[in-house]
């Protein structure tokens, strides 16, 4: 099978990774894929502003499917270019993207079917959000309602810092409408499942790690690290979000005539009232990728076209025993101006069974590999336990060196 993989982030490279593992893999070209991707595949250096211009690529190189890795292609309506082509692809089209590409639309489904989540109130202007929450006398959760690179969401802790928050998204693209979301209480939870347009099946649950800081402290980011699988995460407890936080969420788009095909990702809050979805997103997390796929036995490849074609399997994919844990390596001054050009070292000698790396933001300078954005390589270490796949990642993420190198060190840490 001939595959055009669409992105250029670490999570990216572990679809890149896993994909050429399949039986059914013939030959992968990634647009505009990094340093890791080319090492499965052939890096193709092409806008992805132009999704007829795929659509011809795709064509002259025999493309039987195409995967979409980020959120904007996604909610720009690549799919839908590449389905009136008629070359299959993994992703929902943009109709069905808007329930992480809007918010408000998010909630608009999850009232329309039931799916237990935060009280929410959504806003067209700053300065209504501001008025609401000086007369609401409580504390909400800030978001931008559009795409903002995993930066649209402020949690404040008083009233200033909320009108602070209120004024920094409403100031961005992705905030041209906001959302005042009541704060839950609880632990958070990342879960995966592959969508057909009526079926899915889960993958391994994750625990991502946003903010900068250890313990959970300082801005969020676009993920400091993962593990996999989650232990509180009971058989039970994922039937149970997957019935009622995730499967009624997917029969109202398709009762509204548009299937979601590709990976429902859900923001779960754990609490003591039960899960409640936070948000969907329409895509793999990264780096969540990065931690679940290693995970994940069977032929992939051969399941991510199924759900194009609307025809999965649940019984072609199994769990790997084990754990996963991802720690992201980021650059000096990630993750306000990330700083580029810096040489790194180690990443060669790596050679283990029990740890993969996964290039992001990297590039190849005048003096071989060097950072070149602001999460630049995820350690994902393998292991029985919790404890020795972190002890894999951690104890490799020490012999990777580049001049400002920084990541949290409790990543997995109960």
């Not at 790690?209 to 300082?218: F, N, Q």
């Not at 270490?381 to 190198?405: M, S, V």
Request: hydrophobic share 40%.
């Amino acid at each position: 099978m001939n595959v055009l993989l669409i992105g250029s982030g670490g999570r990216e490279h572990a679809l890149a990774w896993k994909i050429a593992q399949s039986p059914r893999f013939t030959r992968l070209l990634i647009v505009p894929g990094n340093t890791g991707t080319g090492s499965h595949g052939q890096n193709v250096p092409f806008p992805l502003s132009d999704p007829e211009a795929l659509v011809d690529l795709a064509q002259r190189e025999h493309i039987d499917l195409i995967v979409v890795g980020p959120d904007n292609p996604l909610a720009d309506g690549f799919v839908d270019h590449f389905e009136a082509a008629g070359i299959p692809a993994f992703g929902p089209t943009a109709a069905a993207a808007r329930i992480e590409s809007s918010k408000s639309f998010a909630k608009e489904i999850m009232a329309a079917s039931g799916v237990p989540t935060a009280e929410t109130h959504v806003f067209d202007s700053p300065g209504e959000a501001a008025a609401f929450a000086r007369e609401s006398g409580k504390l909400w959760v800030v978001k931008a309602d559009g795409l903002a690179l995993g930066k649209g969401v402020i949690v404040p802790d008083d009233l200033p810092s909320t009108l602070a928050a209120i004024k920094k998204l409403g100031a961005t693209r992705a905030g041209s409408r906001l959302l005042l979301e009541e704060r839950l209480q609880g632990r958070e939870i990342s879960v995966l499942a592959l969508c057909d347009g009526k079926r899915m099946v889960a993958l391994p649950v994750a625990r991502d790690h946003k903010r900068l800081g250890e313990g959970d402290t300082g801005p969020n980011t676009g993920g400091m690290g993962v593990i996999a699988p989650v232990d509180e995460v009971t058989p039970a407890l994922l039937e149970q979000i997957l019935t009622r936080c995730m499967q009624p969420a997917v029969d109202e788009l398709a009762a509204r005539g548009t299937p979601f095909r590709g990976v429902l990702y859900a923001g779960i809050m754990l609490t003591s009232d039960g899960p409640r979805t936070i948000e969907f997103n329409a895509r793999f997390g990264d780096p969540e990728a990065q931690a679940i796929l290693p995970l994940i036995e069977g032929d992939f490849l051969d399941v991510l076209y199924d759900c194009a074609v609307g025809n999965l399997n649940p019984d072609k994919l199994r769990r790997r025993r084990g754990y996963a844990v991802c720690v992201v390596l980021c650059a000096a001054g990630y993750p306000g101006r990330p700083r580029r050009g810096d040489p790194i070292r180690g990443v060669e000698a790596i050679d283990d069974n029990e740890v993969i790396v996964f290039h992001a933001g990297t590039a190849i300078g005048p003096q071989g590999l060097c950072t070149s954005g602001g999460r630049v390589l995820g350690v994902t270490g393998l292991g029985p336990t919790l404890a020795k796949a972190r002890a894999n990642a951690y104890q490799f993420a020490e012999r990777i060196k580049f001049e400002g190198k920084h990541y949290r060190t409790d990543i997995g840490k109960e």
